[in-house]
């Protein structure tokens, strides 16, 4: 029985809901924040997006290459991925939103997560952590 896609389900599935909550307006929408008063907390919600997209684009390279993709170079194409969708993100929000601007504190963000995914990914499979990348 064929193994079921399940990364590639939940890479796309992350992509799409980055997508909508990036290029959706808000606007109007009543929200109570008084809840939770960090500073800068989109720029940590802008990190942990893409800590996701890195993550999860690495396991869905893994999945599709049935493992025989070595683990730094699907972490290396996962994180070229992951900043460049962040950049493009951040103009499609420039040019075809009118309650979103692109910033590059938001772009500089996306990108941190970025590497913070794939230090993670490092991390999962190396030597301290049990999981396995077959090469």
């Known amino acids: 029985m064929p193994k079921k896609p399940f990364f590639t389900i939940a890479f796309i599935g992350w992509l799409l ?3 909508y ?8 929408i009543d929200i109570d924040e008084s809840w939770i ?6 720029k940590l919600v802008h990190c942990a ?7 999860l684009g690495s396991l869905f390279l893994r999945e599709i290459t049935k493992g025989k993709m070595v683990m730094g170079k699907a972490i290396l194409w996962a994180t070229i991925f992951a900043i460049a969708y962040g950049m493009l993100i951040e103009v499609l929000q420039v040019k075809f939103t ?9 772009a ?3 990108g941190l997560g970025a590497f913070m995914g794939a230090g ?4 999962m499979f190396s030597k301290k952590m049990p999981l396995k990348w077959r090469n």
Do not use: E
Not at 37 to 42: E, L, N, Q, S, V
Not at 49 to 55: D, P
Not at 98 to 106: E, F, P, S, T
């Open 21 to 28: 909550l990036s290029l959706t307006s808000f606007k109007g």
């Open 120 to 123: 993670l990914i490092k991390f």
């Open 98 to 106: 009118q309650n979103r601007q692109g910033d590059i504190a938001d």
């Open 17 to 19: 809901f980055v997508t």
């Open 108 to 110: 500089l963000a996306n």
């Open 37 to 42: 008063d960090i500073p800068h907390m989109d």
């Open 49 to 55: 997006f893409y800590l996701g997209v890195s993550v």
